[in-house]
């Protein structure tokens, strides 16, 4: 007990692997965003990417994409030419705080590593504070250019894509370190 709350910290069994075609069908029924699922599996054949999804037992729980490409915005392509960019870190809701994005974090450096990257970046949304202090934690640096213009996209139903913009704040993590 702290402070009149239980504290359970229960680790689930999970494996975290690259999806598959395959995988759509029970990535959907778990997390939505078919059109998403379906743009990022194409993404990942023809090699710009790919998606690694955390499963606890048949069910996918949460999922990170690793955008192997390079970057959309003009002012990462030109500070970190070739440098891989983490998009879409998400955890299910009733599997969050479990250390399952940390876990998926973790294994798409040792993935990136296994590629031959040395460094990683990522853009978080300027009020996204919790997203913020788990890349710290995990030892992301702020690099020392301001915010990036940038589009969030939704995917939609019947495959359209509605595109926010959106201002990140880039974090660079250099995967030597570790």
């Keep these: 007990w702290a402070f009149g709350r239980l504290i359970v910290d229960v680790m689930l069994d999970v494996r975290i ?29 023809d090699k710009h990417g790919e998606l690694l999804v955390a499963w606890h037992g048949e069910t996918p729980i949460g999922d990170v994409y690793l955008w192997l490409e390079e970057a959309e915005e003009p002012e990462v392509r030109e500070r970190l030419p070739g440098v891989p960019l983490l998009t879409h870190l998400e955890v299910a809701r009733e599997h969050r705080n479990r250390r399952i994005g940390t876990r998926l974090m973790l294994a798409a450096e040792r993935r990136l590593r ?12 300027l009020r996204n504070e919790r997203g913020g202090a788990l890349y710290r934690r995990l030892g992301y640096e702020e690099w020392p250019h301001p ?12 495959g359209r894509v509605e595109q926010v913009p959106d201002l990140c704040r880039i974090l660079v993590k250099d995967l030597r370190e570790d």
């Design 17 to 45: 692997r690259a999806a598959v075609d395959g995988d759509l069908v029970a990535l959907v029924n778990a997390l939505g965003q078919e059109p998403y699922f379906r743009a990022q599996l194409a993404r990942q054949r």
């Design 114 to 125: 296994e590629l031959g990257h040395d460094r990683v970046a990522l853009g978080v949304d």
């Design 147 to 158: 915010p990036v213009p940038t589009t969030r996209r939704i995917y939609l139903p019947g």
